[in-house]
C-alpha cells in the first residue's frame, strides 16, 4: 500500500528565507505526483504537477523536484513572504490505482513571519 | 469562470439526520471525487465517479452514498449510519485520461450538533 509522508507537520521561518518543504512516498510506480496549497478553512489549491518522467517543475518562485527512484519530491518556495503562510499537501496517483485516485501526505504547516 | 463549488459551506446535523452535501463543475470534467479531510491527517477518498451513472467506492464509504445522474454533478449523502461525520469535506474532478490534474473545490463543514 502507497503511504505518503510530509516531514516536518509544522515549520516557522522568516521572511525571505527560502522554504524546503519535503514529501516522500513507498511506491514508485506512479503517473504523477501533485502539490497544493491549503488555506485555513479552504480548498486546495493546485501548485504544480510534475509527470514521473519529469525531473523538476517550476511556476514563479516555486519549484519542486521529484526522484522517483528513491520516492521523494522536494517543494522549494525562494525568498519567502507572509502570505506563503498555509499548508502544503503533497499527493501521488499511482499507476495501478483505478481512477486517478490521488493518495495523500498529511500535510507541512508553514508560517512565515513578517 | 470554470470551476468546482460546494454547497453548503457550513452544515449542521442532528443526530440521526441525513443531510447532502452538493458539488458541481463545469470544466467537462469526467472523473468526480469525493475526499474528507480530518484536523491532523490527510485527506482520505469517500468515493469516485469515472463516468455518468457510474461510481466506486473509496477507502472510507461506510455510511455515506453518492449519485452521479448528470456529468456536472456528483452530491454525496451522509447517512445516519455514518459515526463519525463531523469533518471537512472536499469534492475534487479531473479529466479521464491516466495521471490527469485534480481540481478542487472550497469545502463543505459538517458538524453533528
Known amino acids: 500500500k502507497q503511504e505518503v509522508t510530509q516531514i516536518p507537520a509544522a515549520l516557522s521561518v522568516p521572511e525571505g528565507e527560502n522554504l524546503v518543504l519535503n514529501c516522500s512516498f513507498t511506491?514508485?510506480?506512479?503517473?504523477?505526483l501533485q502539490w497544493f496549497r491549503q488555506d485555513p478553512g479552504k480548498g486546495l489549491t493546485s501548485l504544480l504537477l510534475i509527470q514521473s518522467s519529469q525531473r523538476e517543475q517550476t511556476s514563479g518562485r516555486l519549484n519542486a523536484s521529484l526522484d522517483k527512484s528513491s520516492g521523494r519530491s522536494t517543494l522549494y518556495i525562494a525568498a519567502s513572504q507572509p502570505g506563503d503562510s498555509a499548508t502544503y499537501l503533497c499527493a501521488v496517483i499511482m499507476i495501478k490505482a483505478a481512477g486517478n485516485k490521488l493518495t495523500f501526505g498529511g500535510g507541512t504547516r508553514v508560517l512565515v513571519k513578517p | 469562470d470554470g470551476g468546482i463549488t460546494q454547497s453548503p459551506k457550513y452544515l449542521f446535523r442532528k443526530e440521526g439526520q441525513n443531510v447532502t452535501l452538493s458539488c458541481e463543475q463545469n470544466?467537462?470534467?469526467?472523473?468526480m471525487y469525493w475526499y474528507r479531510q480530518d484536523p491532523g491527517q490527510g485527506l482520505r477518498l469517500i468515493y469516485y465517479s469515472q463516468i455518468v451513472n457510474d461510481f466506486q467506492k473509496g477507502d472510507i464509504a461506510e455510511g455515506y452514498s453518492v449519485s452521479r445522474e448528470k456529468k456536472e454533478s456528483f452530491p454525496l449523502t451522509v447517512t445516519s449510519a455514518q459515526k463519525n461525520p463531523t469533518a471537512f469535506y472536499l469534492c475534487?474532478?479531473?479529466?479521464?485520461?491516466?495521471?490527469?490534474?485534480?481540481?478542487f473545490g472550497q469545502g463543505t463543514r459538517l458538524t453533528v450538533v
Open positions: 475534487a474532478s479531473s479529466p479521464q485520461s491516466a495521471g490527469s490534474e485534480a481540481f
Open positions: 470544466l467537462n470534467h469526467d472523473a
Open positions: 511506491d514508485s510506480a506512479i503517473y504523477n
